[in-house]
């Protein structure tokens, strides 16, 4: 087993650094995939075309947080075995987790390819016919590949339990490339709108997934194995998914509680939802820095939780909340000031671009907020206490959604609602977090035992 990756000694701060740095540009990767899909549609197509992918970003978020629970989850338990120094169960975790994400992919396809319109019509209840039609295409395309976010979810996070944190900027760089001159091909060149985006999408997952499983192969051969050795381990799946349900639905309650606020979104119309759709991709990208700290969180601390060391845990803890909070700050700085250009670069105009601008703004003054949250929670998710890890999102985004529905409906509040509330759920969620973290209740859930 390859110890280089070990993050059980030297110092911990550095290592979660050096580990996230990768991470970060894999996720500016990400959000560049994301917005190639809204640039291209809104410039070269039209702005109802960017409300529709924009109303399916909400739901195809919900899909890939169910895939990167269910494979966070398990990642959280090979890299506890992996602290451990446990090379079979390493191997019988990894192949469990890879036949749960076949499983769960071929569920979640059904789902989105037959529940579509359901789904955006009645759920996320967007009135206009021209935004649903393009919507529910768009959706029934994108989960035909749900089977390749599964086994590509699972794959990146059996590399960061191991401590490869380049493996998943490699497959994301791939991904990212390919969705770019595939949706300018489809777009520009044969005029496919929104199903040209969407054929570009899965088209780009199906290659990241071969490229994802052909480096993994080579590179560790504990994970060399076929589609033959991929099984159930009765032991090993209960163990999965005791981390991986919470965190399944930790993420399926942020996803569906973006789900649900695309519905207030909705309420107002195409305007909004054109300017929503900008908002947020500018919000992913301030939360770059906090998301990549806290995934090299979690696995830091499933690695020395596994392996008895809870205290440098809690010193790196101090570190990584300073620069979480120091790196979110300057990006927000940053999409601040060129918030305008941002939005014409969508091709907004008029009252969707003024409220795109305001919403960006908004959002900038209050990123502190979740930089503080985000590692915090993540430390209790690796340590093994991912339930209170759930209850902190349910809470959070219980009570955003509340606050944003009772200044829409009962007090007339108006459109800037969908944003003013968003930093009522976070400082609640940053209380419940840091109150759990400070009890020490989270050193005493560890799942595996160091193997001398």
């Given at each position: 087993?390859?110890r ?8 911990g701060w ?19 995939y994301?917005?190639?899909?809204g640039?291209?549609?809104g410039?070269?197509?039209s ?9 399916c970003?909400t739901?195809?978020?919900?899909f ?8 966070n ?8 075995f992996f602290?451990a ?19 769960g992919?071929?569920?979640m ?10 789904l955006?019509?009645?759920?996320m209840?967007i ?5 649903l039609?393009a919507?529910v295409?768009?959706i ?12 590509y ?8 339990a191991?401590?490869?944190?380049r493996?998943?900027?490699?497959f994301?760089?791939?991904s990212t490339?390919?969705n770019?001159?595939?949706?300018l ?10 199903m040209g985006v ?11 997934v071969i490229f994802?499983?052909t ?7 504990i994970?060399a ?12 799946s ?10 399944i639905?930790q993420?399926?309650?942020i996803?569906l509680?973006g789900v649900?606020m695309?519905r207030?979104?909705?309420h107002?119309?195409?305007t909004?939802?054109?300017?929503f ?8 990208y ?17 690695q020395n ?8 845990v809690?010193?790196c803890w101090?570190r990584i909340?300073l620069?979480?909070f120091i ?11 060129f918030?305008?250009r941002?939005?014409t ?12 601008v305001?919403?960006?703004h ?18 209790l ?7 209170f ?5 349910f809470?959070?985004?219980?009570i955003r959604?509340?606050a ?7 007090l ?6 969908v ?6 759920g976070?400082?609640?969620c ?6 759990r ?13 160091r193997?001398?």
């Amino acid at each position: 087993m390859n110890r280089k990756l070990d993050m059980t000694t030297g110092t911990g701060w550095k290592k979660v650094i050096i580990f996230a740095i990768p991470l970060m540009i894999g996720n500016i990767l990400q959000q560049l995939y994301n917005t190639v899909d809204g640039i291209v549609v809104g410039r070269f197509v039209s702005e109802t075309a960017l409300a529709a992918v924009g109303n399916c970003g909400t739901l195809t978020f919900l899909f890939v947080g169910i895939a990167s629970g269910l494979s966070n989850g398990c990642g959280i338990v090979v890299s506890q075995f992996f602290g451990a120094g446990d090379r079979g169960d390493i191997r019988k975790a990894a192949s469990t987790s890879f036949a749960l994400a076949l499983s769960g992919g071929v569920i979640m396809m059904a789902i989105g390819t037959l529940g579509a319109r359901a789904l955006l019509g009645g759920l996320m209840n967007i009135r206009e016919k021209d935004i649903l039609d393009a919507a529910v295409l768009y959706i029934r395309i994108y989960s035909l590949g749900l089977v390749f976010q599964f086994i590509y979810n699972v794959t990146a996070a059996m590399m960061r339990a191991v401590g490869d944190s380049r493996a998943s900027l490699y497959f994301l760089a791939v991904s990212t490339m390919t969705n770019l001159v595939l949706d300018l091909l489809f777009v520009l060149r044969f005029g496919l709108g929104v199903m040209g985006v969407a054929v570009a999408t899965v088209a780009a997952q199906f290659i990241s997934v071969i490229f994802s499983l052909t480096y993994m192969r080579r590179k560790y051969d504990i994970f060399a194995f076929g589609p033959s050795d991929i099984r159930f381990d009765p032991e090993k799946s209960r163990m999965c998914l005791k981390m991986g349900i919470p965190t399944i639905l930790q993420s399926s309650v942020i996803g569906l509680g973006g789900v649900l606020m695309q519905r207030i979104v909705n309420h107002f119309g195409r305007t909004l939802m054109a300017a929503f759709t900008v908002g947020n991709r500018m919000e992913n990208y301030i939360f770059i820095p906090i998301q990549g700290l806290a995934v090299g969180m979690s696995t830091f601390t499933g690695q020395n939780v596994g392996a008895g060391k809870p205290e440098r845990v809690k010193e790196c803890w101090k570190r990584i909340e300073l620069s979480s909070f120091i790196l979110s700050s300057v990006i927000a700085l940053i999409v601040y000031v060129f918030s305008s250009r941002i939005a014409t670069l969508f091709g907004l105009s008029g009252e969707s671009f003024d409220l795109a601008v305001r919403m960006i703004h908004f959002l900038c003054m209050f990123c502190f907020l979740f930089a503080l949250y985000l590692p915090t929670v993540n430390v209790l998710s690796g340590s093994g206490d991912a339930y209170f890890a759930m209850l902190c999102s349910f809470s959070t985004l219980s009570i955003r959604i509340i606050a944003a529905a009772i200044m829409v409906y009962l007090l007339g509040v108006g459109q800037h609602a969908v944003w003013t509330s968003v930093p009522i759920g976070w400082i609640v969620c940053l209380s419940l977090a840091v109150g759990r973290y400070m009890s020490g209740k989270w050193q005493e859930k560890a799942l595996v035992g160091r193997k001398n």
